[in-house]
């Protein structure tokens, strides 16, 4: 099978600017979830979604929002960028919601923004 | 809040020496703990969970609950063992909770 993927694999943004992210979860998994990665921070969690539905939201501004579709392939957009944002963005799918859990990764979208 | 804590940022070991990476959680049900790995240019990968009581590449994590723990131990070292360390908790349906990781470094 092959592995999640994710588009584009690096994006250099100017402040104020707006970005979609791509996922696309292993085939078969309906889970998604989003994290950022920075070297202070560490992996914290955006959001995720199952079957198109948001189930559960991390502590982030409102600028941060995603979503699902119906083949399971998800979309993060972050809008009005600021240099805080800059970070790896990594997309992760599951196949199940219960026990046991376990998320498969993908490479990640390292975002600049300048 | 559910809490993971890693103390050691970077951990620095000689190869064939034993290695005890800790992670502490804060949660006083029972939740389910995990160890991630990411290896160089690498994405981050499941190594291995609590509830599996499984050992993988020669690693092993035992629960504590009276602790609160779930240390990743190895007997012994290897160089291909370098990488940065997650331990991640969940309870229920909620969300990955991960620490900051541990940046194991061995030593030739």
């Known amino acids: 099978k092959a592995g999640v993927t994710q588009t584009p694999r690096y994006l250099i943004k100017t402040r104020g600017q707006q970005v979609t992210l791509s996922c696309s979860p292993i085939s078969g998994h309906r889970s998604v979830s989003w994290y950022q990665q920075t070297p202070g921070q560490g992996l914290q969690f955006l959001f995720e979604?199952?079957?198109?539905?948001?189930?559960n939201k991390g502590n982030f501004p409102g600028r941060f929002s995603g979503r699902q579709f119906s083949n399971s392939r998800s979309e993060m957009n972050v809008s009005t960028l600021e240099l805080g944002d800059s970070a790896l963005y990594l997309c992760?799918?599951?196949?199940?919601?219960?026990?046991?859990?376990?998320?498969?990764f993908g490479p990640g979208t390292r975002l600049t923004v300048t | 809040a559910q809490r993971v804590t890693q103390p050691e940022k970077l951990l620095s070991v000689f190869k064939g020496a034993p290695v005890e990476l800790k992670c502490n959680y804060s949660y006083s049900g029972s939740p389910e703990l995990f160890w991630y790995v990411q290896y160089s240019r690498q994405r981050l990968q499941l190594l291995l969970r609590?509830?599996s009581r499984e050992s993988i590449k020669g690693f092993t994590a035992d629960l504590n609950k009276g602790e609160t723990s779930f240390h990743l131990k190895k007997p012994f070292a290897q160089e291909e063992d370098s990488a940065m360390y997650y331990c991640a908790l969940r309870r229920g349906n909620t969300p990955l909770v991960f620490g900051k990781g541990t940046r194991l470094s061995v030593i030739a």
């Open positions: 609590h509830i």
């Open positions: 979604y199952f079957s198109e539905t948001q189930r």
């Open positions: 992760a799918s599951s196949p199940r919601d219960t026990s046991p859990y376990e998320q498969y």
